[in-house]
């Protein structure tokens, strides 16, 4: 590798000074407890499984954010999008639909697409069981608390997670009988109802639990080829069971499904005086789910072991025009009715994933002298994308169907250890070794167009072995006070990419490298003023080899699977203060600066505007989050006549994302946005009502742009942008058995 460079080995002697002036995050975050039917807060340690077995927050030798189950209800967070939003430097860069999302986190993941399905820079785990990149925007439902890994966590979770992971922590199943139903209504049609029911099935030996949710929108952006663009209905469900027939066996066996239907906004023009306004003849998408999950553990007297047995399924159905067709009337200069028949302007997206996982682990019990996991695992992906392409535009570049198929195998041992050093200084060493091979083939068929062959085949193999790791020390200042420095290495299998526009010429696609790189972290966390404050911090750099990039021509729309080097480097503060009785703030804050390096010739011929030192796409340099809550009883605001012993609160919820380039070349400038939400309501006995309100800022900001050259018609630059929902507000209510 090479010498980090000044501007970087500043960032790592600042980093020194926050260890050592205790700037960092919490441990200590607010839990709910029900006194009289009515939740109020306490501050409890938390514990987190982040490195898959039950520990305190502050034992952990890397960044770790949590959402607690208090946040994620008060906050209103229901899925991948709404939760980014809280977390400090983490991005999902959208087109508008939901089955092309995925995550960037400190500035690593895929430089604008995915490559090929197996991609997981940033996955998200269920319960520690890995669901595909497709799942990114997935819901986030019943869940305990959300925990975001930061920096590569190939060590433990494999999957190629180098940019870190997002574990969801559903809630379990209890011996206690307990429930709740939900219901919102709002604005555009804002419709929901929830609830979960759980208890004991055999006292002290089985409890199960069952939630369910379903929620819709109506669209908001007008289209005059269709309906109205940007619906969206889902339906989620899970059912559990925890098996406990002595003290020292749990068995926890779950499974859920989710469907979702939506009318995406993908590109629509922007310029030529077009006002916010789609020509769509064709745009939906469904998605639906499934996950599996077994979870067997037993407590030896030295350790506890742990089968582990899940299986992920994501179907998904994209239909869309290949292009809007004021778009490509704005391209071509000629009508807008030359393009709106489906027949000859659409892209159709079949893709049917699957993700199947046996792990076996041994770790060592709480409380002993040592602490450590070691473990093996096997696992296959299989892929199966469809994608029919017709726009006579651009002639055979946009004509005929794909059946691309990949499967990927692979088997992994892996381990970890912390060793005391000396007092208060701990070293904690892990490493995973692992063996992959990939089977990839693809059948492209004409559908007639002129100089398109009949038929192509391609086929391919990759085999590969590589070794992931981290180490890291941690030294504890005081029980409320801990900073750790660590070195991890991230690495990416190569592959075949699942664009090739070549393909109808006969002209096979190439591989793509894999991808390394190692990344850089010191940081802290501690609890101040009596747990008051908590606060969290760390300085960051990531040095990454042969990043995967998506080289797309908007002018060709020819685009290839290539490689990119990529360096980025940042730091995060993020924490919260109790003001008084009732009275909470949280903040948060991500500075992250990143370039791409190395640029080949080929790929800068491709994507206009590419050079060695363009921002990565999609990633902002500054990102914020703010939030003030208030609780407190009725009887204090001269109400408790009507209501008696009740509670009436509120809360404020900021967010800011920056300026960030939205593709490679570094052409189309997205603009900072800033998000207020509102919640405020009412809770006594079991029952609660409250208003609630989104983006009421109204910031109708685009999500991504494209620029697509000069109109043929006034010679203006032309763009294909995507939006975001503006203003919504609604009345919600629920009641807890």
Known sequence: MMGIPLRRSTILLASSLLCST????????????????????????????????????RDIPFSVETISRTELEEKRIVDGTTALRDIAGAVKPSFGDRSNDFIIMRGVGAVLFPLSPDDSSVLTF?????????????????????????????????????GGAINLIPILPSETPEGYVGVEYGTDNHRLIEGALAGAIVPEKVAGRVAFRARGIDGFLSNTEGPELGD???YVGRGSLLFTPNERTRWLISASGEKTDLSPIYYTLQGDGMEKLAGYSVADETLEFVNLNSKFEYAFDAFTFTAQTSYHKADTVSRYNALDTYLASAMSGLPTSMFADPDTNHIYWTRHESRATQEFRLTSNPGSSLSWIAGAVGYQDTANLIQSVSLWLYGPLMAGTDDYNQTTTGAAVFGEVTLPVWDKLKWTVGGRLTHESKDFDNLYTSDGTTMAIPSFAEQGTMSYGFWTGRTSLAYEWSPNLSSWASVARGYKGGGYGVFNRAAPFGVARDPYDPTSMIAYEIGSRGSFLDNRLNLSGALFYNDVSQEQITAFNTLTLESMALNVDVQ????????????AEGWDVGFGAAYTQ??????????????????????IPGVPEWTFKASLAHRTHVEKLGLDAQLGDAQAYWRLDYSFIGERFAEAGNLFLLEASHLLAARAGLEWEKREFYLFGSNLLNDETISFGQAYGLSAATGEQISGVSYVRGRTFGLGAKVRL
Do not use: H, M
């Open 232 to 234: 969206e209905t889902s």
């Open 568 to 579: 980025n480097w940042g730091g995060e503060l993020e924490g919260s203060y109790r003001l």
């Open 594 to 615: 990143g370039e791409l390096l190395n640029v080949t010739s080929v790929l800068a011929a491709l994507v206009p505007g590419l050079v060695d030192g363009n921002k």
């Open 22 to 57: 205790a700037l960092t995050p919490a441990y200590a975050e607010p839990e709910t407890q029900s006194e009289n039917g009515i939740e109020t807060e306490t501050i409890e340690e938390i514990t987190v499984t982040a490195r898959k077995r039950t520990e305190k927050l």
């Open 126 to 162: 269920i319960d520690g069981a890995p669901t595909s990149i497709a799942a990114s925007n997935s819901a986030y439902f019943d869940l305990q608390r959300v925990e975001v890994l930061k920096g590569p966590q190939s060590t433990l979770f494999g999957r190629n997670t180098s």
